[in-house]
């Protein structure tokens, strides 16, 4: 890969390198990178996604400064959605004069993924955010939350490999947010919950001081999500819809996801209001349950149901009220949706790997066939 439109002045890459530190970039990821460095390639992070371009952040070669380019994705492309490069990602950008536009040559591994299925009867999986520390579902206080949503964030949220953290905005509309608070928290074992208002100002300190690194911010549409970006950022960076009148929904404004740099360290990024959260598997939903799944290894048969078997911990949690039916009916659906999308993955998978099998087969025979002995 040829690079030689540049001159380092002599300077240590690494310590280009190092300005990117508030976005993220660690001594970990500079020595996975050596090697594309030496192939004059630039650690970049995405900040912004559009189709087959994105745009990333890099420390400028000449300047030495950060600055955001428009690169060019679809040698990074993948048939798998869950392999596109997507917001908070670490590329290999190729900045040769040569190129018509900068390219992103290579993606590098991802500590975490946001992974939800596709809206629809489709299987496939779509990465909302990478490389994410910690993943922040919001809810707004003005309307009572749904309990049930917010669990089905948190499985997503802890199947990412993020830390959840759930953030109940709009305080300023409630006379008693701790009530609603306590009731939040039976849903989020685990999880803190913090109540805040970009109105006030409530809580805004808190919630700066339990994000560090990257966050991610999860929600549906309404909720406050671009309003709180902009607090944490200091600018309004994302645009804010004036609520519709008579409700305190808002509309739809956050169209790509954006990964913007916090003033006081760490990065933010917005997604836009999801309607629709398929869980696409894994481990998320014990995680978000673990008070469930804990109690059901006090079940006398290991493999019981709570169906009314003799000696069930999570019948008798039930009956005592220390465990909620609702919590329970929320629990069981989200534990069937994800093994239903786990036997779909599966099944994908396997149906992929026959394919691709065919076609190897397929160019063997067309060459004569594998060797003959
Ligand atoms: N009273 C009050 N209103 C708020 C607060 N935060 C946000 N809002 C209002 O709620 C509406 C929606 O806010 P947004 O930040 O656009 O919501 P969003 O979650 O980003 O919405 P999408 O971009 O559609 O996903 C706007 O009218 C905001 O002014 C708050 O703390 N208090
Ligand atoms: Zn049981």
């Not at 959840?164 to 685990?190: H, N």
Request: proline content about 5%; overall charge negative.
């Amino acid at each position: 890969m040829a690079f030689d439109g540049f001159d380092r002045d002599g300077s240590d890459p690494s310590d280009a390198a190092a300005s990117l530190a508030g976005y993220g970039w660690t001594a970990e990821l500079d020595e996975l990178f050596a090697p594309l460095a030496e192939a004059g390639l630039l650690p970049a992070r995405i900040v912004r996604i559009d189709r087959g371009q994105c745009d990333a952040v890099l420390v400028d070669p000449e300047s030495g400064e950060l600055r955001t380019v428009r690169a060019d994705t679809r040698q990074v492309g993948d048939a798998d959605m869950i392999n596109c490069p997507c917001t908070g990602d670490w590329v290999a950008v190729d900045l040769s004069p040569g190129l018509p536009m900068p390219a992103a040559a290579a993606l590098l591994p991802r500590s975490t993924a946001i992974i939800r299925k596709v809206a629809g009867k489709r299987s496939d999986g779509q990465v909302l955010a990478a490389n994410v520390d910690t993943v922040v579902v919001a809810a707004s206080l003005a309307a009572e939350p749904d309990l049930g949503r917010i669990e089905r964030f948190l499985a997503l949220a802890w199947e990412s490999g993020a830390e959840p953290l759930v953030v109940l905005t709009k305080a300023d509309l409630v006379d008693d947010a701790d009530f609603i608070r306590a009731d939040v928290e039976a849903a989020a074992p685990g999880v803190t919950v913090l109540v805040v208002s970009a109105e006030t100002g409530e809580g805004i300190d808190v919630l700066r001081a339990c994000t560090p690194g990257t966050t991610a911010v999860l929600g549906q549409s309404g909720v406050g999500k671009s309003t709180l970006t902009n607090v944490l950022a200091g600018t309004d960076v994302m645009a804010v819809q004036a609520a519709r009148s008579g409700d305190q929904k808002g509309r739809h404004t956050t169209t790509t996801r954006e990964l913007v740099l916090l003033p006081g360290g760490g990065v933010l990024i917005d997604t836009p209001g999801l309607r629709e959260v398929g869980l696409y598997g894994g481990e998320g939903v014990a995680l978000a349950f673990a008070d469930i799944e804990e109690l059901a290894e006090e079940c006398r048969f290991h493999d019981c149901h709570h169906a009314g078997e003799p000696g069930c911990a999570v019948r008798a949690a039930l009956e005592d009220g220390s465990l909620s039916e609702r919590r329970m009916e929320s629990y069981l659906k989200l534990q069937r949706e994800n093994e239903w999308i786990a036997s779909r993955s599966d099944a994908r998978l396997a149906a992929e790997r026959v394919k691709k099998w065919k076609t190897i087969t397929k160019s063997m025979r067309a060459a004569g066939g594998p060797v003959k002995r």
